[in-house]
């Protein structure tokens, strides 16, 4: 694959150099991530392609056709998803979610119970919305976060097994019997929310959330490496995947008996994908492009527009806002769309970057960002949970960013 002349592009090229130095000396060499997949472009044009690292323990190196499980880097893809339908007038960003999904209807805030007690509720102030989904206001929560009982009754009732015993239905209907941890809209809280978001595309599209993405997003896009269960002829392309221990990694999910390759009973809007670098691009640069790629309009530019505003109640950044424990990203002078942390003060955030640029990431620590006022958008590939073990995103950001020369 030929890159783009990054001096051209307004890059620097020994700088960007210095990004490999980096994640080799710091990284791989140490053996602190296995591999590290780096993606830089401007304007739709890739500058910058490096792989560091072996696809699984004691193989090949990773190279561009390297499969990655994206994790929550498939929020954004859902969100888009919705967003189709909202410019086809199926629903609407204020749609209340029981009018999709009457499983949620009533439901309430938990106001005590738990833990062998009967949760016990009160009304909300507002009903969910589908704008609370997709900003994460919506009083739901994951299990991970081992911060409330709500959360214990996620992790008791398994809820987010993606190959457990419910499916997307199941799992709205699970839900609807839960309280939330708050009234929408009144808080920030990393969430399930994306996966609900799923649910509700497919009861207005009629159609599975699988075949939604492939016929309406991937196909059009040319994203062939993209899905929820690897196909038979490509599992030998899926990286291993590993968890941090303290004092190094262990072996969390074979590339070669992966989960990812067998089709999951739950498919995660907000988590379940696997990717390529290259695929990813190509949905970076439609959003770059305002919805666009190729020819092929997956969305309206005012669509995109509208999702990339901070639509945190009162204008507030996740700072004031957020009750979550977790996220993939850092609170300070960060406000939420609908599907994309965004910049909303760059000296807040203190690393260099545009207001307006936005981004997510995964649990394993893949990311991307996209800047529309640079033009520059960024894949980073490795397989290591949790995302927050090493603050490797900052880095990313800083030394893109310094080798940006105009």
């Given amino acids: ?46 500058v ?31 969100s888009i ?51 609370d989904l997709l900003r994460h206001t919506s009083g739901l929560t994951y299990g991970f976060q081992n911060r ?18 419910f499916d997307l239905d199941e799992f709205v209907a699970a839900l609807g019997k839960l309280p939330l941890e708050f009234s929408p809209g009144e808080a920030w809280n990393y969430s399930v929310a994306t996966d609900v978001l799923g649910a509700v ?25 993209t899905f929820f269960a690897v196909p038979a002829d490509k599992v030998d392309r899926l990286t291993d995947c590993y968890d941090w221990v303290p004092g190094g990694k262990t072996l969390f999910d074979p590339g070669a008996a992966s989960a990812w390759s067998r089709t999951p009973r739950l498919l995660s809007g907000g988590g379940g994908l696997v990717s390529t670098a290259l695929d990813y691009h190509r949905f970076c640069t439609m959003c770059l492009n305002g919805g666009t790629l190729d020819g092929a309009r997956i969305v309206g530019r005012k669509t995109l527009d509208l999702m990339t505003l901070n639509h945190l109640p009162g204008g507030k950044d996740l ?35 545009s207001v307006g640029e936005y981004y997510w990431g995964g649990m394993f620590a893949t990311a991307f960002f996209i800047d529309p006022v640079e033009q520059i958008s960024m894949v980073f590939m ?25």
């Fill in 1 to 46: 694959m030929a890159l783009a002349d990054p001096e051209t592009h307004g890059f620097d090229a020994q700088r960007l150099a210095r990004i490999d130095t980096l994640l080799n000396e710091r990284y791989v060499a140490t053996g602190l991530l296995p591999n590290a997949q780096l993606l830089i472009a401007r304007g739709g044009d890739i």
């Fill in 48 to 78: 910058h392609f490096s792989h560091q690292g072996t696809a699984r323990e004691g193989g090949a190196p990773i190279n561009e056709t390297s499969l990655f499980r994206i994790a929550s880097m498939t929020k954004p893809i859902t």
């Fill in 81 to 131: 998803a919705f967003m189709m339908l909202v410019e086809e007038g199926k629903v609407a960003v204020d749609t209340p979610v029981h009018h999709v999904l009457p499983e949620f209807k009533g439901i309430g805030v938990y106001n005590g119970g738990g833990a062998g007690v009967p949760f016990m509720t009160r009304t909300t102030t507002e009903p969910m919305r589908m704008l």
């Fill in 148 to 165: 409330s009982n709500i959360d214990a009754a996620y992790r008791a009732a398994k809820l987010e097994n993606w190959h457990g015993n």
């Fill in 201 to 225: 595309i497919q009861r207005v599209s009629g159609m599975t959330l699988d075949a939604f993405f492939r016929t309406r997003i991937f196909e059009p896009l040319g994203m062939h490496d």
């Fill in 319 to 353: 700072t004031s806002l957020s009750k979550s424990l977790f996220s993939e990203t850092q609170n300070a002078g960060t406000g939420f769309g609908l599907g994309f942390a965004v910049t909303m003060d760059v000296a807040k955030s203190m690393m260099p970057g």
């Fill in 382 to 406: 490795t397989q290591l949970r949790p995302s927050s073990t090493y603050p490797i995103r900052r880095e990313l950001k800083t030394l893109i960013y310094s080798a940006l020369t105009r």
